[in-house]
């Protein structure tokens, strides 16, 4: 794509925040400090907000039905109990607007195979056992794109790890521009930043934290009590030396750095400011400041999501509201790619 690629500027666009969660497993402290904590804290008057528990990508791979409705309110729940207020933003689940799907499908036609194949996160997760994966899980992005492009959104805050995917959403929607001969589609921005755009595992800071890890000591879970957060972190690797005063002495320290980013992003401060306080310090001293923070900031939303839980009729009626406001931005704009794309609409 080089010549009279159209890339309409974002200033044509209403400034809409969308972005999204799966119901595939556990949370972690990853998901809120990567995701959620900043999904939060675009939630004001400059952008519209769209929230999703994306219930279509999780079952890419095979979900038990029981455990995926669980999921999908416990994510709902962890939406609001961070701080997402349905009167302010739109939760939703992905399933409810078919929106989302029916855009996908068009997307799937726009997406070139050579483009999906080099999306690493569909590499890792399918493994070495490829040929059985299932089409969706390869068709993964598309669906994202589609998700993200159905309200124009123009901005979408995530973790470090999803960034191939929104490049290739920025693909999908200058090809379909071009294509079409149209600047239809918002060349999206991503949100990715600040200090734990990348949580590391508490095991081995070479990697992401993540539900799917094997050991559960290498992540803080949304639903640990305040013990088993303080156990872990106590736990959390570490080297022998004490901290540094400036950021270049974490240079080949991953643990050290991953543990000073998560208390950084869980006091809103950036790692050089905590550095100029502790550095000097031993982990023996750092540790439980961690762990005070830790507990602190987490066990309140820990609390919330359990009392929320109490009531799933209300967590549906929340999502029901939701999915109504969200079919309302949807619906025109699928109509309109249909018109563009010459999809007889009788
Ligand atoms: P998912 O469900 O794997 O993760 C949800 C969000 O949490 C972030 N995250 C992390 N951030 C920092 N450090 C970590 N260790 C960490 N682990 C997870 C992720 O980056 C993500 O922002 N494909 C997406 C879901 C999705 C989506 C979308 C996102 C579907 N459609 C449209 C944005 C827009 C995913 O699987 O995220």
């Not at 400034?15 to 999204?20: E, P």
């Not at 939703?92 to 855009?103: G, I, K, R, T």
């Not at 079409?180 to 990715?192: A, C, K, L, Q, R």
């Not at 999501?305 to 967590?315: T, V, W």
Request: proline share 5%; net charge negative.
């Amino acid at each position: 794509m080089t010549d009279a690629v159209q890339t309409p500027s974002l200033d044509n666009f209403t400034k809409r925040v969308f972005s999204g969660i799966q119901p595939s497993g556990g949370l972690t402290l990853g998901n809120y400090l990567g995701a959620v904590k900043r999904f939060v804290e675009m939630q004001n008057d400059d952008f519209e907000t769209i929230y999703c528990v994306v219930d279509q990508h999780a079952i890419t791979v095979w979900q038990n039905p029981e455990d995926l409705r669980f999921r999908t309110r416990e994510i709902a729940a962890f939406f609001m109990a961070s701080g997402l207020d349905p009167s302010k933003s739109i939760l939703f689940n992905q399933s409810a607007v078919p929106e989302h799907a029916q855009l996908g499908w068009i997307f799937n036609c726009v997406a070139r195979m050579g483009w999906m194949q080099r999306m690493t996160q569909f590499k890792d997760k399918a493994g070495k056992n490829a040929q059985n994966a299932s089409l969706g899980l390869f068709g993964y992005p598309a669906l994202m794109a589609a998700d993200i492009l159905v309200y124009h959104a123009t901005h979408v805050p995530v973790g470090d790890d999803q960034k191939q995917h929104l490049e290739l959403t920025r693909d999908i929607a200058i090809k379909f521009n071009h294509d079409y001969g149209v600047d239809f589609f918002p060349v999206t921005e991503p949100v990715i930043g600040g200090p734990a755009a990348r949580v590391m595992s508490l095991r081995d800071g070479s990697k992401k934290m993540s539900k799917s890890d094997p050991s559960d000591l290498s992540r803080i879970n949304m639903s640990d009590d305040a013990d088993t957060i303080a156990k872990k972190l106590r736990k959390a690797k570490t080297d022998p030396d004490a901290l540094p005063s400036e950021e270049v002495g974490l240079e080949g320290r991953p643990e050290a750095r991953n543990l000073v980013a998560i208390y950084a992003a869980l006091g809103e401060e950036t790692v050089e400011t905590v550095l100029r306080d502790v550095g000097g310090k031993q982990f023996s001293e750092f540790k439980p400041m961690l762990v005070e923070r830790a507990v602190e900031k987490l066990s309140p939303i820990s609390g919330e999501m359990n009392r929320l839980m109490q009531d799933g009729a209300e967590i549906d009626r929340v999502l029901k509201e939701g999915s109504l406001k969200a079919r309302a931005i949807a619906e025109p704009i699928l109509r309109k790619t249909y018109d563009i794309v010459g999809m007889l609409q009788p």
